[in-house]
T-cell receptor
Framework: DGGITQSPKYLFRKEGQNVTLSCEQN?????MYWYRQDPGQGLRLIYY???????QKGDIAEGYSVSREKKESFPLTVTSAQKNPTAFYLC???????????FGPGTRLTVT | EDQVTQSPEALRLQEGESSSLNCSYT??????LFWYRQDPGKGPEFLFT???AGEEKEKERLKATLTKKESFLHITAPKPEDSATYLC??????????????FGAGTTVTVRA
């Protein structure tokens, strides 16, 4: 089945530790995105990539980093510089152009 | 800056009681407007794309419409399984190759049997 996978589903970390969230897609989509969702707020864009080896900052990129070495993969690292990292993180992908984005199941990150 | 506002924040319906959700937007130029459904703890599920004013799309009990300033998601004779948060997003003409979406905060619909 084609789709987007995110792992793990739940992730717990101590403050001061970096953590990497995985996102893989087998839809052959060119573009991939990372969003953060907090209660009562809309999805906020962290980073996006429209082609391999290239990515752009979204609206809330501070404290996060990404890489896009393969078309299928777009991992997100939450660094210790992110002040409020506890959130629900969603990865999405789409064809290039005015097309809908398809979302993965999400990773809930809790930092204590 | 692109803005997307959804109303109401929450909607409680009796099974069979039709209603509408609103998504108003302010963008420099609209490329597309997207509706998603999100169940608790899960990723959003794509429902519809609307491209121009006057366009309508339907799927089962859901119908989405678009004007120059807003979109409506009509739920006809809802069932308890229609309970979810409905998200609206717009894709604006921010740059020739920029296809990112701006999302509203969502409307949480609860349908009671």
């Amino acid at each position: 089945d084609g789709g987007i996978t995110q792992s793990p589903k739940y992730l717990f970390r101590k403050e001061g530790q970096n953590v990497t969230l995985s996102c893989e897609q087998n839809l052959n989509h060119d573009a991939m995105y990372w969003y953060r969702q907090d209660p009562g707020q809309g999805l906020r864009l962290i980073y996006y990539s429209q082609i391999v080896n290239d990515f752009q900052k979204g609206d809330i990129a501070e404290g996060y980093s990404v890489s896009r070495e393969k078309k299928e993969s777009f991992p997100l690292t939450v660094t210790s510089a992110q002040k409020n990292p506890t959130a629900f993180y969603l990865c999405a992908s789409s064809r290039a152009g005015v097309y809908e984005q398809y979302f993965g199941p999400g990773t809930r990150l809790t930092v204590t | 800056e692109d803005q997307v506002t959804q109303s109401p924040e929450a909607l409680r319906l009796q099974e069979g009681e039709s209603s509408s959700l609103n998504c108003s937007y302010t963008v420099s130029g609209l490329r597309g407007l997207f509706w998603y459904r999100q169940d608790p703890g899960k990723g959003p599920e794509f429902l519809f794309t609307l491209y121009s004013a006057g366009e309508e799309k339907e799927k089962e009990r859901l119908k989405a419409t678009l004007t120059k300033k807003e979109s409506f998601l009509h739920i006809t004779a809802p069932k308890p399984e229609d309970s979810a948060t409905y998200l609206c997003a717009v894709q604006a003409v921010a740059g020739s190759n920029d296809y990112k979406l701006s999302f509203g905060a969502g409307t949480t619909v609860t349908v009671r049997a």
